[in-house]
């Protein structure tokens, strides 16, 4: 006899085991390579830090979108310049200075509309803005694929930004099936890599395919990128939508190559990662330009000039010497560095060198958290997410006179997890949250918020008591998917004397949305980056500990 949540994990396990035997008989090595690489990929997720250059941390009382953000993480400037129509920050965006060639492979199938295909246009030229374009700086090029491949952009025929831009906005839609290994071949065999279709000897070599479902043929596509990827090239790929199953892994150059957006709309959401994973790749190679030749400009801070070439930078590794920076964990970046502490410490907000222990709350308190589960997440950031409240909730004292906690995920539908009468124990609180299942799908915070009014989530019955404030911390990657409906979601909470907190995680929130969904503007909080959420740990504990 077994549960029957026990039944059907030991069900997956025998077909998993099954597959990799079938795998393993017909020869198919890379798939077979892949699943493997995607289980420890997402276990190396865990303490997987990014590739981040941090320019600057946290700051307090920024003014957004009209009001003042509590505290704010945006070493990138994601926030800074002009508000837009969204309450987004857009200024200048950072040109990656990388000697790069990267060719887009979009998928153009009948699956697609034309308004999706207008939307994968506009993403791709988006990407472009964050590289410096010209014959010695990025070049890109493009193919589209359906029942066939064509070339529709070769590396060799723009070096401006703005024909470049216009050539993509005129990428033609074919129409037909899904076969992606035609494109990946025509990328071989054709040899668009090659210095006579305007590649360069020094440059890397980077292939970005776009895609709403899977190919017409496993097998062929996987055969097809891994003879791709032999070659040197470096293989990046984003899906839109479900049902991929291993294709993405297969076709990408490791997991962290592998991105996804639910929809169309959301590939925005994904933008400065994917941008900033591309321009790593070369800058990994020591592709960096040092400016004008060995007597030029000097490197950028964080690199030095490559010893076997000159006229580039190759990055320096502030970890590796007795001197490293970090009172605890430096964890060496391209260009860059970070530094971590260990399990019950915090980086000091004031010194991001340095680790602080946090004075346990004992406030009574009734919390819950509200957890992002929608598709544009990703399963890494999944686990990031989790093991960020995880680390939140030690930092409070769990028990009836002190702190309670409840949980709740959010996507297409809400997920309870548990009440706040369920456990007692913060070991045993921590366990629900990392064990909880990443359902994916679009952003429905307004359902997450429906159901705690709904349901009486802090109610007597579910474990809520009249001695202690009622306080919702939810977490989110991007714009709600109906944000009048989820500010009156909010608000209808913030009547009944609840207090929200909002943190927001990635260039694709929307600080307005967050603003109106806080109790108080000044305690929302903003981070660049899921990959930057240790640098907040110390604020959010403390707001939601302030009252």
């Given amino acids: 006899q077994c549960s029957a949540r026990r039944c059907r994990d030991k069900r997956k396990m025998r077909l998993l085991f099954?597959?990799?035997?079938?795998?393993?008989?017909?020869?198919?090595?890379?798939?077979?390579?892949?699943?493997?690489?995607?289980?420890?990929?997402?276990a190396a997720g865990l303490l997987d830090f990014g590739f981040t250059t941090i320019n600057k941390f946290l700051d307090t009382g920024v003014r957004i979108g009209g009001a003042m953000i509590g505290a704010v993480v945006d070493p990138?400037?994601?926030?800074?310049?002009?508000?837009?129509?969204?309450?987004?920050?857009?200024?200048?965006?950072?040109?990656?200075?990388?000697?790069a060639d990267i060719i887009f492979v979009f998928d153009t199938s009948s699956s697609m509309r034309a308004a999706e295909f207008e939307l994968q246009k506009q993403f791709a030229i988006r990407i472009t803005e964050h590289f410096k374009i010209g014959a010695s700086d990025t070049r890109f090029g493009a193919i589209v694929f359906s029942d066939t491949a064509e070339v529709t952009i070769r590396l060799s025929e723009y070096k401006d930004g703005n024909a470049l831009t216009a050539a993509l906005q005129n990428t033609k839609y074919l129409g037909g099936g899904t076969s992606t290994y035609h494109a990946l071949d025509l990328i071989r065999t054709g040899n668009l890599f090659n210095t006579s279709n305007g590649a360069r000897v020094k440059s890397s070599k980077i292939v970005m395919v776009i895609t709403d479902g899977s190919s017409d043929s496993l097998f062929k596509t996987n055969a097809a990128a891994s003879a791709l990827k032999s070659t040197g090239?470096?293989?990046?790929?984003?899906?839109?939508?479900?049902?991929f199953g291993i294709e993405l892994s297969n076709i990408a150059s490791g997991y962290r190559n592998v991105f996804t957006a639910d929809s169309f709309k959301a590939l925005s959401r994904v933008e400065h990662k994917i941008a900033?994973?591309?321009?790593e790749i070369p800058a990994a190679e020591g592709n960096i330009p040092s400016g004008s030749g060995e007597g030029g400009k000097e490197c950028p801070k964080g690199y030095e000039r490559n010893p076997k070439d000159k006229n580039t930078c190759i990055d320096v590794n502030e970890c590796n010497n007795s001197k490293q920076p970090c009172q605890e964990v430096c964890v060496n970046l391209i260009g860059s560095y970070r530094c971590k502490c260990k399990p019950g410490q915090v980086v000091d907000e004031k010194a991001t060198t340095k680790c602080i222990a946090l004075p346990p709350c004992t406030k009574a308190l009734d919390i819950i958290f509200v957890l992002d589960a929608s598709g544009s997440i990703g399963v890494d950031n999944w686990a990031i997410q989790q093991d960020f409240v995880a680390r939140l909730i030690t930092h409070f004292t769990v028990g009836e006179s002190a702190a309670q906690f409840g949980a709740l995920t959010f996507s297409q539908d809400v997920v309870q997890l548990f009440y706040l009468y369920t456990y007692s124990s913060a070991a045993d609180i921590t366990s629900a949250v990392v064990s909880a299942n990443y359902t994916q799908g679009i952003t429905n915070t307004h359902k997450a918020f429906n159901a705690i009014y709904q349901y009486q989530l802090f109610s007597s019955k579910s474990g809520g008591r009249s001695n202690a404030p009622d306080v919702v911390v939810v977490l989110t990657d991007g714009e709600s998917s109906q944000s009048e409906a989820t500010k009156s979601s909010a608000n209808r909470l913030k009547q009944a004397g609840i207090r929200i907190v909002p943190v927001g995680i990635s260039a694709s929130v929307n600080p307005t949305e967050l603003q109106a969904i806080?109790?108080?503007a000044k305690e929302t909080v903003l981070v660049g980056d899921f990959d930057l959420l240790d640098y907040i740990e110390q604020r959010v504990t403390n707001i939601v500990c302030s009252r």
């Avoid at 990138?76 to 200075?97: M, R």
């Avoid at 990046?236 to 049902?243: Q, R």
């Avoid at 900033?276 to 321009?279: E, P």
């Fill in 18 to 42: 099954l597959v990799l035997l079938t795998l393993a008989l017909v020869g198919q090595t890379t798939a077979f390579l892949a699943i493997i690489e995607g289980f420890f990929g997402l």
């Fill in 233 to 243: 090239v470096q293989v990046i790929s984003v899906g839109i939508g479900s049902g």
């Fill in 276 to 279: 900033r994973r591309t321009c």
């Fill in 76 to 99: 990138f400037g994601i926030w800074e310049g002009t508000e837009d129509d969204h309450g987004h920050k857009s200024g200048n965006v950072q040109k990656c200075p990388a000697i």
């Fill in 518 to 520: 806080a109790s108080n």
